[in-house]
Structure formats: structure tokens, C-alpha cells
């Protein structure tokens, strides 16, 4: 394009200066005019080329942080970056985790009192909270199923802490629930169980994929959860064993769990001079 305009300016002043009689200062000048002109454009279209590749980059660098946002909000931050540099099956053991299962009693009953709006905006107000808490303590998300919410600590980054983590979340979970319940005036109520022990974790599917936990511990925590009391913690034997003595236990002794037969339990009622009451 430049080089045809160019052309274009040297043929007309080759072509048509020599019939009129130029003093020769002037020619050089056309030609020097003509050679600016050239440059000028070839300048724009550099700048214009430019201001395009930037454009295209700038677009593209928000959609690929757009993404990362997107699977942040669905897999932890270490499995994301895994995902970019590695490829085939992400799955680990971890010996040393907790696991913890809240659920909300009577949701079926609560869902047949309230219109579709205020039973969408009560379980999604009450997650959000959830959610808050568990920046507070750094614990790791790993589902919400309807009624249920599922964390866990130790997983995938490891910590020491994974216990006080999972039973300070629990707690100031429990105190939400209630001050959320009286807040609204809904007879919203809670179970929560633990267990502490290892656990396997990885990503399953293809479509929609989930970072999930599995193993004895899951159950276990499950199994604390389905036996547990509303508006109380449950905890496994494995959970007590590595808690300090900075908490308050209620000993429930042995109950009968299903597919575990009889096992040992405890109510955590709250932090050492701080008790949660009912």
C-alpha cells in the first residue's frame, strides 16, 4: 500500500513537472514533500496496526482472567494452576485431613412453607455466610448439595492446624446459623459432624468437573452429620484425639452408626470459657 503510493507520487511528478517549467529547488521539494507524505501513512498504519494488537491483547487477557475467576470459584487455587502446567488424572492421599458436613434439618417442610424466591434467597444468603467464614479460616469449599455444605482443611494444601481450623469454622457456623434463624424468624436448623483422618482427592468429570474428597474420613464425617443433633457439633473419636484442650466436650459415649456399628462420639459445645449455648 505504501510502496503503491509512493508510486503514485513520483510517476506524477515525474509526469507531469517536466511540461511546466519548475525551478529545480522546487522539484526537490515536491520530492521531498511526496517522500513525507509516504512516511506519514506508512507512521499511521504502524500506529494503527499497533493500537489493533493491543486491543486484541488487552480483550484477551481479561477473558483469560475472566476464566480463572470462573474456575476459582469451582476448584481451589493450587488445582487451577495444576490444571495449566499438567496434563491427565489430578488425584492425591492426604494422611492428615478433617472433613466436615453441615446440614440443614428439615429442608423439605421449610421448602413446602416458603414461596421458590424466599427459599433461594434464605439458602443463599445462609451459604454466603458460609462462604465468608470459610476465607476466615482458610478452609477449603468442596460442595454444597441443596441442603448440605461440605469443607474440609488439610486438603489441598497441607497445615497442622486442620482441626482447629474445621472446628472454629464449625462453631462460628453453628453461631450464624442461629443469629441468621432469629434474624429471619425461620425455624432454621443445623447438624454438623466431623472426622479427621486421610483422605483421597482429586477431580472427577469432564463437563461441570468437581474436586471431591473420598475415603473413611468422608464417611465417617457423613455418618457425624446423619447422627448428630440439631444445632449441634458432632465429632469422631479421630478428631478429639488431636484437639487441644482449649475446647469444651460433651462426651455422647457409644452410638449405634449406620454401616460402622457402634462408635465413640463427642459434642463440641464451644472454645474453653466460651460456650455456645443452645
Known amino acids: 500500500m505504501i510502496g503503491i503510493v509512493y508510486a503514485f507520487l513520483s510517476v506524477f511528478v515525474q509526469t507531469y513537472t517536466p511540461s511546466i517549467v519548475i525551478n529545480p529547488t522546487i522539484l526537490l521539494i515536491l520530492n521531498f514533500v511526496s517522500g513525507c507524505i509516504v512516511i506519514s501513512i506508512a507512521a499511521y498504519m504502524a ?3 499497533s493500537v489493533g494488537a493491543q486491543t486484541a491483547e488487552i480483550a484477551l487477557e481479561r477473558e483469560r482472567q475472566r476464566s480463572e475467576r470462573l474456575l476459582l470459584n469451582i476448584l481451589p487455587a493450587t488445582i487451577v494452576k495444576r490444571l495449566e502446567i499438567e496434563k491427565g488424572i489430578i488425584a492425591d492421599r492426604f494422611d492428615n485431613a478433617t472433613v466436615l458436613f453441615a446440614f440443614i434439618v428439615g429442608f423439605t417442610p421449610l421448602s413446602e412453607q416458603l414461596s421458590p424466591e424466599k427459599l433461594v434467597t434464605t439458602l443463599s444468603n445462609l451459604f454466603a455466610g458460609f462462604d465468608d467464614l470459610t476465607d476466615k479460616y482458610g478452609v477449603e469449599k468442596i460442595k454444597t448439595t441443596g441442603d448440605l455444605y461440605m469443607v474440609a482443611a488439610g486438603v489441598p494444601e497441607l497445615r497442622d492446624d486442620h ?3 474445621v472446628v472454629d469454622f464449625a462453631l462460628d457456623l453453628l453461631d450464624l446459623t442461629k443469629a441468621y434463624r432469629s434474624q429471619e424468624d425461620i ?9 479427621s483422618g486421610p483422605v483421597v482427592a482429586g477431580i472427577i468429570g469432564k463437563k461441570k468437573f468437581v474436586y471431591d474428597l473420598w475415603g473413611d474420613t468422608v464417611n465417617t464425617a457423613s455418618r457425624m452429620k446423619s447422627h448428630g443433633l440439631p444445632l449441634e457439633i458432632q465429632a469422631s473419636q479421630s478428631t478429639i484425639n488431636l484437639l487441644g484442650n482449649q475446647y469444651v466436650l460433651e462426651d455422647r459415649g457409644a452410638i449405634e452408626i449406620k454401616g460402622k456399628a457402634k462408635l465413640y462420639t463427642y459434642l463440641i459445645k464451644g472454645r474453653r470459657n466460651i460456650v455456645h449455648e443452645k
Do not use: D, M, P, Q
Not at 425455624?187 to 472426622?195: D, T, Y
Open 187 to 195: 425455624k432454621l436448623e443445623i447438624r454438623i459432624g466431623i472426622s
Open 47 to 49: 500506529h494503527f496496526f
Open 163 to 165: 482441626v482447629e481450623a
